[in-house]
Structures are given as structure tokens and as C-alpha cells.
């Protein structure tokens, strides 16, 4: 654990490291308490009818093509955008770790049929396989996309984990513990994973942008986050149509997401070189 | 090393072996029916329900489309698209030149420009210019393509006007323009596409490029070269980046599903007539045999990709043991 606070420190020092964590906490912020300080709420069509408005007094960000404040909006779809991306993260972070460790510990049958079926997951791009699950869902409820979303991305973490256990499952203390009699659980559990937590957390910390620009690119196909609630790909799907007449209806959205994700890769980024400092 | 090929070509095989399977069961646990469209809109009698069932073989048990699936994909045959009522391999087969022709312009500017500015990036290491396009490349990984998309289609394309917004080919332009007027057609409308799925996916190749530079250049023979005065250019270009180059190019597996996803979203926002705006376009019409044929095209250019660039390494790098 000491080694996990050490690495974050280093992040911190990392001016990137930084940049994203600050940009990463303000915008959560505003996602849990913006909301409720905006006047207009995200949903309500604005009755004067005052549509694709061009940012202004009353509309910062302008309004779209159904009158409603594309800051309400933008400022909504923060918060589906993160917490669809948190939970599915911590999902396939969970499903990636597990298999990992038992693959990697237990090894012989179990090891090679599990990384066949990762092997095999991950040659098939994972848009592809949310796209097939997906396509058949008529209105797919947010709990569901999240758990779509966080089962269809832990073959990489498997992978990685895996690795690292097989290298560990050498080291004299691994083999102490089980010259002691130490059970399988009790030897995955307190000797492997805490030494696994450092890559994990920068799977995690990268997984998050990539989940962010899935599940927006998923809203864009119409299969995501569904209308009414907010998201930002679901904006951009909305002002298609309209770019011409209300471009900030299309673009504000779409720069919420590269400055969050951007926010995200940057502290990944860094937490990545202070975990496993070569290529820095 | 011809164990290790065969070896190397079986586990290929089964990879491709289990994503057949996988693709099925996902398409199988998916809720809802695959035909459950084909009503949207225009009621059907339950004969005709029951006829349509038994042409998609949906009615029988699960075992007997699998066994039926599976002889299928053994001799070349996908099915029937449920949209276009023609054979899925031959609509793939229209649709495959046009994103050819996008996959291929994005691969050869990012393995040109990219490798350019990754090497440069190294041999500037923390300059202001290498902290600069990291940046810029990081943000790349960062924007959404098919925002990216829309923005350049409305900016360049419709206020600009200095390029098309969509499709491939000017359908004002006459049939007889001359092969030379064609292809400026053609070229200006890949102009956008290209640019907006090279943006997104370039920053790969750049960092890797990068990374793998600058572990050569702390290399003892790189002093040497540099001791023997040699120029620096011949120090970077003929020492240190022919031994940089192949870890990057076999990186070429990792980053073929980033170009394969990126072109469902920048086909789609240019109505570009390639395969990803056809799988993007099946999934609203729950064509699931087309979806099943383009997805199952997908994996297979990953997993060839993968194992040629792995043999093309243990070639060409005689350090590469085979294990």
C-alpha cells in the first residue's frame, strides 16, 4: 500500500499528474453541485420556444434546436458521463483482476482456457461486441449499459494482472506463504493483489477516458444513454441535423468530453511513469 | 523456428476458432429476437412471421444453428443480410474498397508523419517542442472522431466551402470526366476522413516511436557512432532509428481495432460507403448477420495482423527468440 501512496505522490509531482487531477476534481465537482445551481433545469423545454439560441445572457452556451440550455445540458451529461464511466470502470477493473489472479495462480487448464477466451475477446474490437449486444435492446436502462459496458472491458486488465502474478508467484515470500500452509485465497489475496494494485489503478485510470468516448461514441449511434437524460454523445447526436444553424449546440458538448478524457490520460499518463518509470 | 510458426499459426487458428464461438453466443444471449424489427412499422401475419423465422433458420434449437453457423463460416458463407436480402460477403465485398482506401491513406500517415515527429520528438527529448506535440497527441487520443468529424464537415466543409462534407464522389460529376477527374474527386472528399481518423489514432505511433527511440539512443553504439564523428542526422536516422523501427511496426496488431472502430464513427459522419458506416447501419436495422460478418472480418484483420507482424519480426530481428 505504501508503494501505491508513493506512486501517487510521484503523479502529483508530475506537473501533467497535476493538471488532470485538479481538472479531474473540478469537474466532478461541478457535476455533483452544478445541477442543482442552474436555473434552467436540463430537461424542461423551454416554453417561450427560444430555439437554437447563440450563446448569450440567459443561455451561456446558446440552446438547442428544442429550446433547452445547452449549459444545463452539458453540465447534466458530466454527471451520467462519470458515473457510467466509474462504475463500468470499477467493474471491469474488478472482473480483470480476478480473473487475472486466478489465471495467473492456479495456472495449467483453467489459465489456458481463460486466456484463449481473452485472447480471443480481444481481437474482436470492443465497439463490435457492445455494438452486437446492444443492437438488440429496444430502450436499454442506464444499469444495464454499465453493466454492458464494465463486461465487456476487463480482458486487457486479465491479461496484465496475469502477467505480473506469474512473475510474483516466484518470489520467496509467495513461497513462504505456502510453505507455511498458507491457503490459495489467503495467498491470492493478501500477497498477490496488494502488489498488483499499482498497474491496476493506471488500468483504471486509463480505462476511464476510453470509457467516456465509448460510451459518448455508443449515445452518438443512438444505442447509449437514452433521451431524455442528458449525455454528452447524445447532444452531439441531437445537433447533428442543426450544426448549420446551432454549431455550440454540437461543439460545447463535444469539448466536455476531450477536456475530461484529456484530464483522465494525462493522470494516467503520469501515474503510469511513476508506477513503471521506463519510457518516461 | 518452423515449430514455432506452426505452433504460432495453430494458436491463431483457435483464437479465430473462439471468436467465432463468442460472436454467436453474444448474438444469442443479446435480449430480444433478430428479427424482432422486421415488424417496425408494418404488421405481419403469423404466417409470414413463421415463414420469415424459418428463411433466417431462427426457429430451430440453438444447437443446430450453431452446427449450421459454424459449416458456414467454414466454407465462406455468412448468410443473408436481413436489410439488403443479398449474401453478407457480397455486400462486404462492395463495401471493402472504400474503407481499403480510408484504412490505407489513415496507416500511411501515421506511419510516416508519425514515426517523423516521434523520432524528432526523442531526439529533442523535453524540449519545449517534444512536451508540445506530446500534448497534442495525448488530446488526439482524447477527441471523440465522430465529433472531430462533424466539426471539420461543418467548418471546411459547409462554411469553408473548400472541401466536400460527405460521401466519395461528386454524383454531378459526369461518368465521362476522365479517369484523372475522377480520381481529384475521389481524393478531395478522403481529404477530411483521413485527416479525422488519422488525428485520433496517430498519437500510438507516435509515443511508441518515442519511447522506443529513446531507449536506442542510451545505447553504448550510439557514443560510439557519435565518438567516430559521424553527423548527427547519420547518427539518428542510420544508427539509432533502423534498430527503433521494427518494435513500433509490431505494434501494428494493437492499434488495427483503434482504426477499426475509429472508421464506424468517421464513415458514418461523412457518409463514407465503407464497411464501418455498413456495420454502424446494421445495427439500426438489427441486421444481425451483416453485423455478425463485418464483426467477425474485424477480428480476423486483428488476429492476421497480429501474427504477421509477429512473424515478420522474428525475421527481420534475429535477437527475437522463438518461445
Do not use: C
Not at chain 1, 167 to 195: D, K
Not at chain 2, 134 to 144: E, F, N, Q, V
Not at chain 2, 145 to 163: N, Q, T
Not at chain 2, 230 to 241: F, G, K, M, P
Amino acid at each position: 500500500m505504501t508503494a501505491l501512496a508513493e506512486a501517487l505522490r510521484a503523479a502529483w509531482r508530475d506537473p501533467r499528474g497535476r493538471t488532470g487531477a485538479i481538472l479531474l476534481a473540478l469537474i466532478a465537482g461541478i457535476a455533483l453541485i452544478g445541477p442543482a445551481l442552474l436555473p434552467d433545469p436540463a430537461l424542461q423545454v423551454d416554453p417561450v420556444g427560444a430555439a437554437n439560441l447563440p450563446p448569450g445572457p440567459g443561455h451561456w452556451l446558446g440552446s438547442d434546436a428544442l429550446s433547452r440550455d445547452v449549459l444545463s445540458r452539458v453540465v447534466s451529461g458530466a454527471r451520467v458521463s462519470l458515473a457510467v464511466s466509474l462504475v463500468a470502470v470499477l467493474l471491469s477493473v474488478t472482473l480483470g483482476a480476478m480473473v487475472g489472479l486466478v489465471s495467473g495462480y492456479l495456472g495449467g487448464a483453467v489459465d489456458a482456457g481463460l486466456m484463449r477466451l481473452v485472447d480471443a475477446a480481444l481481437a474482436i474490437p470492443r465497439l463490435f461486441l457492445l455494438l452486437l449486444v446492444l443492437a438488440a435492446a429496444e430502450r436499454l436502462a442506464l444499469p444495464v449499459l454499465i453493466l454492458v459496458i464494465g463486461t465487456t472491458g476487463w480482458f486487457g486488465t486479465a491479461r496484465l494482472v496475469r502477467a505480473e502474478v506469474l512473475r510474483l508467484r516466484e518470489e520467496a515470500y509467495v513461497r513462504a506463504a505456502e510453505a507455511l500452509g498458507a491457503e490459495r485465497r489467503r495467498v491470492i489475496f493478501r500477497h498477490l493483489l496488494p502488489n498488483t494494485l499499482g498497474p491496476l489503478l493506471v488500468a483504471a485510470t486509463l480505462g476511464i477516458g476510453d470509457v467516456i468516448l465509448l460510451e459518448a461514441g455508443l449515445s452518438f449511434l443512438g444505442l447509449g444513454v437514452q433521451p431524455p437524460t442528458p449525455s454528452w454523445g447524445g447532444m452531439i447526436l441531437d445537433a447533428k441535423p442543426v450544426l448549420v444553424a446551432a454549431p455550440w449546440a454540437g461543439i460545447f458538448p463535444g469539448l466536455a468530453i476531450v477536456v475530461t478524457v484529456l484530464s483522465a490520460n494525462l493522470f494516467g499518463d503520469a501515474l503510469r511513469d511513476a508506477v513503471d518509470p521506463r519510457g518516461a | 523456428m518452423a515449430r514455432w510458426l506452426v505452433r504460432r499459426l495453430a494458436q491463431s487458428a483457435i483464437t479465430f476458432g473462439v471468436v467465432v464461438l463468442l460472436l454467436f453466443v453474444l448474438m444469442r444471449l443479446a435480449p430480444g429476437d433478430p428479427l424482432s424489427r422486421l415488424q417496425d412499422g408494418r404488421p405481419m401475419s403469423p404466417e409470414e412471421i413463421a415463414w420469415t423465422r424459418k428463411l433466417y433458420q431462427v426457429d430451430r434449437p440453438m444447437g443446430e444453428q450453431l452446427v449450421s453457423f459454424l459449416t458456414g463460416v467454414g466454407r465462406g458463407d455468412l448468410g443473408n443480410s436481413i436489410a439488403y436480402g443479398l449474401p453478407v460477403t457480397t455486400i462486404i465485398r462492395n463495401r471493402l474498397p472504400a474503407t481499403l482506401l480510408l484504412g490505407g491513406t489513415v496507416l500511411l500517415l501515421n506511419f510516416t508523419l508519425g514515426l517523423w515527429l516521434g523520432v524528432r520528438q526523442a531526439v529533442r527529448r523535453g524540449s519545449r517542442e517534444d512536451r508540445w506535440l506530446t500534448t497534442l497527441s495525448l488530446a488526439g487520443y482524447a477527441i471523440p472522431s465522430f465529433w472531430l468529424g462533424l466539426v471539420l464537415a461543418w467548418a471546411v466543409g459547409v462554411k469553408l466551402r473548400w472541401l466536400p462534407p460527405g460521401g466519395m464522389t461528386n454524383p454531378l460529376l459526369s461518368a465521362d470526366a476522365g479517369p484523372a477527374a475522377l480520381a481529384l474527386d475521389v481524393a478531395a472528399h478522403l481529404i477530411l476522413p483521413a485527416l479525422t481518423l488519422s488525428a485520433v489514432t496517430i498519437a500510438g505511433t507516435m509515443r511508441y516511436q518515442r519511447s522506443a527511440m529513446l531507449e536506442v539512443l542510451r545505447l553504448p553504439y550510439i557514443v560510439t557512432a557519435r565518438a567516430k564523428g559521424a553527423r548527427e542526422s547519420a547518427v539518428t536516422w542510420r544508427h539509432a532509428w533502423r534498430n527503433a523501427l521494427f518494435p513500433v511496426v509490431t505494434l501494428f496488431g494493437l492499434w488495427l481495432p483503434l482504426l477499426v472502430t475509429g472508421s464506424v464513427f468517421v464513415e458514418t459522419v461523412f457518409v463514407w460507403p465503407g464497411l464501418g458506416s455498413l456495420a454502424a447501419g446494421a445495427v439500426g436495422a438489427r441486421d444481425y448477420p451483416l453485423l455478425m460478418g463485418t464483426s467477425l472480418l474485424a477480428a480476423g484483420l486483428v488476429i492476421a495482423a497480429t501474427l504477421l507482424t509477429d512473424v515478420a519480426y522474428s525475421l527481420l530481428d534475429p535477437r527475437v527468440r522463438y518461445s
